[in-house]
C-alpha cells in the first residue's frame, strides 16, 4: 500500500499539528455551533466555543451529551480524537463530589497538567465542558 502513495502530494499542515484553523465565512447555527473550512486542509470544520476547530464530518461528543440525560465524565486522547474512558456522575452530585471525582480520573490516568495529552471533559445536558484544574 505505500508503494501506491502519491509522494508529490503533500500533507497539510493541519495533519502535522493536529489543529484545524478556520478561514473563510463562519456559518452559525441556532444552538451556536460554527461552521467554517480549515486553512490548511480546506475541509468544513466546526467550533463548539471559538476554540478549538474539529472536522465538520466527524463524530462530535458534544451533541451527544445534550441529547443524554446523566452526567459524566469522559477521558479523551486528544492525538487520536478518541474517547479511552467514561466515568458516569450521581444525579444531584455536588462541585465537592465533581472535584473529588475529577482528582480520582487525573491520578487514575496519570492526567498531571493542563495540557497533556490526555484531556478529563465533564459530559452534560448543556454539553462537553473542558475540565482545568
Known amino acids: 500500500m505505500l508503494s501506491k502513495m502519491n509522494s508529490s502530494v503533500p500533507v497539510a499542515q ?5 489543529r484545524h484553523v478556520p478561514e473563510g465565512r463562519r456559518r452559525r447555527e441556532a444552538g451556536g ?7 490548511y486542509c480546506q475541509r468544513p470544520i466546526r467550533s463548539r466555543d471559538g476554540g478549538r476547530w474539529d ?4 463524530f462530535d461528543i ?3 451529551a445534550s441529547a443524554g440525560r446523566t452526567a459524566h465524565f469522559c477521558v479523551i486522547d486528544t492525538l487520536d480524537e478518541m474517547v479511552i474512558a467514561r466515568y458516569t456522575l450521581p444525579q444531584g452530585a455536588d462541585e465537592e463530589m465533581i472535584a473529588e471525582r475529577l482528582a480520582e480520573i487525573r491520578e487514575k490516568h496519570g492526567i498531571e497538567e493542563d495540557e497533556d495529552v490526555l484531556e478529563v471533559r465533564l459530559v452534560h445536558s448543556q454539553g462537553a465542558l473542558k475540565l482545568v484544574h
Do not use: E, I, K, S
Not at 33 to 39: F, I, L
Not at 55 to 58: E, K, M
Open 62 to 64: 458534544d451533541a451527544l
Open 55 to 58: 472536522l465538520a464530518d466527524g
Open 33 to 39: 455551533v460554527v461552521h467554517c473550512t480549515c486553512r
Open 14 to 18: 493541519c495533519w502535522y499539528l493536529r
